[in-house]
């Protein structure tokens, strides 16, 4: 019988993507462990390219989480309690988590986070090791204007001015972000071809990344995918510093911040983000791309 390890990640695009050097290490660790994800269904077309996972089972959240008596459980969704009582009822051998081994790191990198737990447990990660390919960048320019929160999300006008002053630019976004995109494409004068939100699955946006020129967007899912493929891209942080959610320096990355902290989970556009002005982002745009 195979033995089992189990690893929950129970949350959206952008927090799985920073799990993955933390997966890949665990994978190197324990390679006679079948590998299961618990994680939400909807990012299941994600998880062939970590090279890192061989089951999933679907769980949104801290659990419950449908697995029985994993030989080893990892708490990568958070701190606890909620995750670390789920991980519990599923009888492991052996637990990894915060809040059972070190302390909680606050102001840390969320990559560097999972693999600092790691490394307290005697399991080596490597921070860098986001890829999940490489562009071939025949693709277009993407602008994500969405992003969960209202705090987080740059003015439509403002994408919409940034737009109108670039190449082949499509617009994505959810199902529930299709009004807003569809408010920047049509102050950008983009035909309707243009506007991909609601129109793609998360397979066909990984597949619209690997292609593209530049990403732009907020700080969101799309920008840890920009990261993953080594797609040059401009970020708009505005409550949440990008040492805490950033992409990795020093490869045609911008993470644009007014130096504000906030609450990311705020109703309102957080007012650092507003700080950041059209001139800024299509001066970073020049930067990344020439």
């Known amino acids: 019988m195979a033995l089992e390890l189990l690893v929950l990640r129970g949350l959206g695009l952008g927090d799985l993507l920073t799990a993955v050097p ?26 062939p390219l970590t090279g890192a996972v061989d089951g999933h089972v679907d769980v949104s959240g801290p ?41 909680w790191p606050d102001d840390v990198h ?23 390919g490489t562009s071939d960048r025949t693709g277009p320019v993407i602008l994500h204007p969405g992003a969960a929160h209202p705090a987080r999300r740059w003015p439509p006008e403002r994408f919409a001015q940034v737009a109108a002053q670039l190449d082949d630019v499509v617009i994505t976004g959810t199902e529930q972000e299709v009004p807003l995109a569809r408010e920047v494409a049509e102050l950008a004068g983009l035909p309707p071809g243009r506007m991909l939100a609601g129109r793609t699955c998360l397979a066909d946006l990984i597949d619209l990344v690997s292609r593209s020129r530049l990403v732009i967007c907020g ?7 920009a990261t993953a493929f080594c797609v040059p891209s401009v970020v708009l942080f505005g409550p949440v510093s990008p040492a805490l959610w950033g992409p990795p320096p020093g490869w045609r990355h911008v993470a644009l911040w007014a130096g504000r902290n906030g609450d990311p989970h705020g109703e309102r556009v957080d007012p650092g983000l507003l700080k950041i002005e059209v001139s800024e982002v299509v001066d970073a745009v020049m930067e990344v791309t020439s």
């Open 22 to 47: 933390a997966l890949r290490a665990l994978r190197q660790a324990f390679p006679k462990h079948r590998i299961t994800l618990a994680a939400p269904r909807a990012l299941e077309a994600l998880l």
């Open 63 to 103: 659990g419950p989480i449908p697995f029985e008596r994993p030989d080893i459980a990892v708490n990568l969704h958070g701190k606890g309690p909620q995750s670390i009582e789920a991980l519990r009822r599923t009888d492991p051998g052996r637990l990894i988590s915060f809040g059972t081994g070190p302390p």
């Open 110 to 132: 969320e990559v560097r986070r999972w693999c600092d737990l790691l490394e307290w447990h005697g399991v080596p990660a490597d921070p860098t090791d986001l890829t999940l």
């Open 219 to 225: 700080d969101t899912g799309v920008a840890h995918l």
